[in-house]
């Protein structure tokens, strides 16, 4: 039995940098994916090949040990010690994979990969569990194997999302609810900086750190002890001003303000109030630039040109920061005036032409028997 996963990327519409404070966050598949087939093996190898970089790769089941490489395989071995890793049975597989996404770009691509493996995987081997607690496999791979502690948002949107709908996720619940995207004359751009944000891990890792320090001296000062900024107010954190260290004040009243930001974004967008939308997007925006500092120029270039344009109801960046890509919520008769914008006034600002994309809410991931 051959089989073919297919998984969506995803953008995030607000809701940054909350996922690993227990917050809420609202992302969306897109159009873009990553397309896997595989089919088992009796022996215990895991044969890979990646068909847009034209490379192979070999692994054993039996010799996965988390953290110890930086190959570009590590996101399937990772998601196969996972899965073994919770006791579940595999025997080895050829893989083969390739997509559109583009990498390094902050569309979730690794998470893609990861869904469309852990997805396989499990039809191929006949295991017994539930999408969400694979979407969490995923990204134990991800934290654990590959050594990027990322937050659950990614893996949880390319395996649960569905179309026309965006998905809100309770990160400290690890519930979700679809939520209707009633875009009908609206589209989402998607315009990529195209500065790359491999090398950003670091950034982000630091991120978090700083999030975890913040909480720990609010506790400390205020005796209270909360699990995470999720149960942090912005009375506490107006308070904590007087002794936290600024750049840490600056972290914490952002992931409270964006915390607020979702609820708000998610009736905004059933009252089909765009006016409403675009406003959080753009307060995100602000706050990701100035408290939370993970803009860019060019993301605020971006940002600020697709604002000018006549039908955009806001901008903001999406995903990590660092780079990656921007989101514009545009009326649809609007897209070619934002994309001539962005091309005529970005050219000889930008280090490389911005690529623009246009995306509708997609669905999760499905598998399917091909042979
Ligand atoms: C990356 C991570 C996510 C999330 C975002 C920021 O995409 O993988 O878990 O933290 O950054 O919102």
Known sequence: MRVQADAPGRINLIGEHTDYNRGWVLPIGIAMGISLTAALRRDNLVKVYARDLKKEAVFSLSELSPGNGHNWWDYLAGVCWALLDEGFELSGADISFGGDIPIGAGLSSSAALEVAAAAALVRLNSLDIDKKKLALLCQKAENRYVGVQCGVMDQYASMLCKRNHALLIDCRSLDYEHVPLKLSQQALAIIDSRVNRSLAGSDYNRRREECREALALINEHSGV???????????????????????????????????????????????????????????????????????????????????????????????????????????????????????????????????????????????????
């Open 225 to 371: 002890k909360r699990q995470s900024l999720r149960e942090v107010t912005l009375q506490d954190v107006e308070q904590a001003r007087f002794f936290l260290p600024e750049e840490l004040y600056l972290r914490s009243l952002f992931v409270v303000e964006e915390n607020q930001r979702v609820p708000a974004m998610v009736r905004a967008l059933r009252a089909g109030d765009l006016a409403g939308a675009g406003r959080l997007m753009n307060e995100s925006h602000t706050g990701l630039r100035d408290l939370y500092k993970v803009s860019c120029r060019e993301l605020d270039l971006l940002a600020e040109l697709s604002r000018g344009t006549p039908g955009v109801w806001g901008a903001r960046l999406t995903g990590a920061g660092f780079g990656g890509c921007i989101i514009a919520l545009v009326q649809k008769e609007n897209l070619p005036d934002l994309q001539r914008r962005i091309m005529e006034e970005t050219s000889g600002l930008l280090e490389k032409e911005p690529c623009f994309y246009t995306t509708s809410a997609a669905g999760g991931c499905v598998v399917k028997i091909i042979t």
